[in-house]
């Protein structure tokens, strides 16, 4: 395991730059609720983990539909995005660490068909020669009225002439099952959120689920949104009391297998690394003074 970049210490730098300042991201919130001792492990130790399949196809995609919009409606086709992504995939194969991700040719060769597959499926849940995005791969950054800063980066905003906003996300892992749509409902209120305390409360929240090729839509309300937000409020000011603490507590759940820094995890006869004091203040001004 390694720890991201350290090269400008938030701590010492004398005037730190906006994206270095501590934020909470609805994955983040997510996680903590989940493991606060993995949150910990994420935000606090900045331990990174390595690529993984998974995630280098998601990167992939992300990037084709973003190139996708340059170019004029009519040329947004299948075969146009499936052009990009060969030009894009060339650029990120040189990256070592995701050529160490295939044993050979053949293992790369089909996970890339499968990635193919993956972008096609766009094209059955939208038509992109009939839209014109207001916004891509925005980073969208907002403080709440009892002071917590928040982030996100938004895959598409699209404005109707009315000025009406949809927020899209584009998922290429599998679609939830209704039992477990939690997850999904909780990151598209976070999107909400954010459009609410930066621009307005959009009208609706889409995911896009590329490989079932299925939509999961939220139209957004003022009032659920409100209600959202004191429940982040509320989670922020648990993971302050921990930081203060200085106890993040390991919780079990059925994603403990799946868990990139389970080798640190005591539940696991891990141990985690002592707490930096610097990195707690710094999470602490997440809450803006
Ligand atoms: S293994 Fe489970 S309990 Fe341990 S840090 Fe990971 S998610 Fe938390």
Known sequence: ????DDSVDPMTAPSPAPSRLPALSASRAKEYQRCPLQYRLHVVDRIVEPATRATAMGTLIHSVLEDLFDFPAVERTDERAQEILGSRWEQMSQDPGVASLFE?????????AST???????????????????????????VTPEGVRLRGFVDRIDAAPTGALRVVDYKTGKA?????????LFQMRFYALLLQLTRALPARTQLLYL?????LTMDPRADDIDRFRQRIVDL?????ADARRGEFPPRRNPLCNWCGVRALCPLFEGTPPPLDERRIEWLLSTRVA
């Not at 020669?129 to 907002?142: F, Q, S, W």
């Not at 490989?211 to 939509?215: E, I, R, T």
């Open 236 to 240: 922020w000011g648990s993971i302050e």
């Open 176 to 184: 939830p099952s209704p039992r477990f749509q939690d997850e999904a």
């Open 116 to 142: 193919r597959e993956v972008l096609a499926g766009y094209f059955r849940v939208e038509d992109p020669t009939r839209l014109e995005p207001a916004a891509r791969e925005e980073r969208i950054e907002a």
């Open 211 to 215: 490989k079932a090729g299925q939509v």
């Open 104 to 112: 050979d040719d053949s293992d790369r060769a089909s996970w890339l």
């Open 1 to 4: 395991m390694r720890t991201a």
